[in-house]
């Protein structure tokens, strides 16, 4: 009888079970106290393999089927296995073209009426479906659902491999592909996939260069919504809120109400975790993910996750390369406005954020932050799990994966661990030597596509990753990582010994020798000994004489590749580093380095016999030479010794000026 009551329950749409914190209705009392675990966050179901935890059995059930590894769901079309058959449904459809159905608007096909139907209101303007709580309107009522979560906080679409969880099923299928890595969505013109259906059709207009959002004030055109938003406030001239201390106006009550925050010094919003206090909430908010390390915002072309929304938007111009806000002295384009807003000062050398201890000037202020903890020793980014504290936030950031997650995938070969299945995949090529992606232009493979992408680009000669102080483009991510910290002078990577910081990590491997071995790596010819291998390999370049680097301008070979960059800028007159105290610039930053000594007076090399300090090494060389009455330099004609190359050119002047015709 309690089965029948039940059913008839669904005709009559009667919902006697209410929630006590956010009042929605449930026909059954087991649905309500499934509902009631989002609220109270109990998850009552544990896995016996790992120990996550889970707040509805169905979703423990589904999870285990991560360790069994079972894929009993398979494609008709392409075999591709998949362990639960809501994935192979999902997946089924990337088969499905035919679209019977079409719009008699505008011609848009579709392959169920029932998705005709709902696209038809967008031209009826029909909005059936309204909210009970804000009364907005939708043309379907699967939208209604959704929004209605936006009150309920409620997110019933959960990862069977992480835990996370989505309000949206479509924002939980996009997830999943982090985890299968599948990219169903091809773009017809270049091959290039993507996870995301959206993320195709933006990728579409590089090459169309089609601008769907178009200003009806003024015309301009845009390829995302997100910029349009950004240039229509431009023309937005009503602003009522004025500010009585800056005159800074406001178009909104509640951005005008924020603003004032910032001069009443006012900070409402505490962090329960370190009390840290905040004007705004959106910014506790965010703070707070620093102590959770959520990252809520996915890239949907690589994947890579962030905290903040504003940080995805500005890494997504990387993939689709847009660039909407210009320099109007030499029209480079830059992707956010505040870059362009610093490099403008490469053109006034205006440098406003100078430091209260040494003078010393920044173009952003960011960088005097970070200049700051040279000074104070203050080390403010501490490990949540350990305590330890460091100086840059990325030090902490390289630390911090010392106490990653439990690693429960091990490759049988050689038991090195990962935290992801997909991780372990990737790192099994390396034993059975499969490399499945190979170069349409050298035929070299590679067992990573990210690693043939990069190799690709050696071949396209592509840069899309450009310094936004200095525009110097590199063709690796990771490269600019390095080069910015020139900029910031940070040095995240710390000796555990002498404490002595680096900018690189194999910087910090290589001094780590000198403190734990001797010189491993002789050269068997001369027996000169090296801590790196790859130190030996370019010394013994002059033993052969090799010199792989030529000049494309003169033809002058180099041994090192560093030495043919420097040599480079004589013929193009490159000085790229500069002085912050009198602007002087500089083709070498050993040179700079060596010039800024002139303004602080340092002199680092001082002489071990009579303490004489010097601001270069090579003038404590040539010094060291009056101790040890050592002349290097000889003369091939008559054997005459110099203790400087100089004075012998001098010297051999004298040769040339007796026999200037001598053959």
């Given amino acids: 009888m309690g089965n029948l009551n039940k059913h008839l329950q669904t005709h009559t749409n009667e919902k006697p079970y209410s929630c006590d914190v956010c009042g929605k209705e449930f026909s059954q009392k087991f649905y309500l106290n499934q509902h009631s675990r989002i609220h109270t966050k109990e998850k009552p179901y544990s896995c016996d393999v790992c120990n996550k935890t889970f707040s509805q059995r169905c979703h423990l059930n589904k999870h285990n089927q991560t360790h069994t590894n079972k894929k009993p ?19 089924y459809l990337t088969h499905v073209t035919e679209k019977t159905y079409s719009c008699d608007v505008c011609n848009k096909e579709f392959s169920r009426k029932s998705y005709l139907k709902g696209h038809i209101r967008i031209h009826t303007k029909e909005k059936p479906y309204s909210c009970d709580v804000c009364k907005k309107e939708f043309t379907q009522k699967c939208h209604l659902n959704e929004h209605y979560r936006t009150h309920t906080k409620e997110k019933p679409f959960f990862c069977d491999v992480c835990n996370k969880e989505f309000s949206r099923k479509s924002h939980l299928n996009d997830h999943y592909r982090i985890h299968t890595n599948e990219k169903p969505f091809c773009c017809d013109i270049c091959k290039k996939e993507f996870s995301r259906k959206n993320d195709v059709k933006r990728h579409i207009r590089t090459h169309s260069n089609e601008k769907p959002f178009s200003c009806n004030i003024c015309g301009k055109a845009f390829t995302t919504k997100y910029y349009f938003k950004i240039h229509s406030r431009s023309h937005v001239k009503d602003k009522p809120y004025s500010c009585n201390v800056c005159k800074k106006q406001f178009s909104k009550k509640s951005s005008f109400i924020i603003h004032l925050r910032s001069h009443t010094n ?3 919003f505490v962090c329960a975790v370190c009390r840290k206090q905040f004007s705004r909430k959106d910014s506790l908010i965010i703070h707070l993910r620093t102590h959770t390390n959520e990252k809520p915002f996915t890239c949907g072309i690589c994947n890579k996750l962030f905290s903040e929304k504003g940080h995805l938007n500005t890494h997504y111009q990387t993939h689709i390369m847009v660039k909407p806000f210009s320099c109007d002295l030499c029209n480079k384009g830059f992707s956010n406005k505040n870059y362009l807003k610093v490099h403008l000062r490469t053109h006034t ?15 952003q202020k960011s960088y005097l932050k970070v200049h700051y903890h040279a000074h104070s020793n203050e080390k403010p980014f501490s490990c949540d799990v350990c305590g330890k504290a460091f100086r840059w936030k990325a ?7 010392t106490h990653l997650e439990e690693k429960l995938y091990s490759c049988d070969v050689c038991s090195k661990r990962f935290t992801q299945k997909c991780h372990l995949n990737i790192h099994y090529l390396t034993h059975t030597n499969e490399k499945p992606y190979s170069c349409v232009v050298c035929d070299k493979t590679f067992c990573k596509k990210d690693s043939l992408n990069r190799h690709y680009r050696t071949h396209t000669g592509e840069k899309p990753f450009s310094c936004e102080i200095c525009n110097k483009s590199f063709s690796v991510k990771s490269i600019l990582t390095c080069h910015s910290r020139i900029h910031t002078n940070q040095k995240p990577f710390t000796c555990d010994v002498c404490k002595k910081e680096f900018f690189l990590k194999h910087n910090l491997v290589a001094h780590y020798r000198t403190h734990t071995a001797g010189k491993t790596f002789a050269c068997n010819v001369c027996q000169k000994e090296y801590y790196r291998e790859f130190d030996l390999k370019i010394h013994f370049r002059i033993h052969t004489n090799e010199k792989p680097y030529s000049c494309v301008v003169c033809g002058k070979s180099f041994s090192l590749k560093n030495s043919l960059t420097k040599h480079y800028r004589t013929h193009t007159g490159e000085k790229p580093f500069s002085c912050d105290i009198c ?18 007076n340092e002199r680092p090399y001082s002489c071990d016999v009579c303490n004489k300090r010097y601001r270069r090494k090579r003038h404590l060389k040539r010094h060291f030479l009056s101790h040890t009455n050592e002349k290097p330099f000889s003369c091939n004609l008559c054997e005459k010794k110099y203790t400087e190359k100089r004075h012998l050119n001098k010297h051999y002047l004298s040769h040339i000026s007796e026999n200037p015709f001598k053959s």
């Fill in 349 to 363: 050398k205006e440098k406003p954020y100078s430091c209260e201890i040494c003078n010393k000037v920044f173009y």
């Fill in 583 to 600: 602007n002087k610039e500089f083709s070498q930053k050993s040179t700079l380095n060596e010039h800024y000594r002139t303004h602080t």
């Fill in 73 to 91: 769901f398979s494609c008709d079309v392409c075999q591709k296995e998949f362990s639960l058959k809501e994935y192979l449904n999902q997946h």
């Fill in 395 to 401: 030090s902490l950031r390289v630390h911090s994966h």
């Fill in 266 to 268: 006012e900070k409402s």
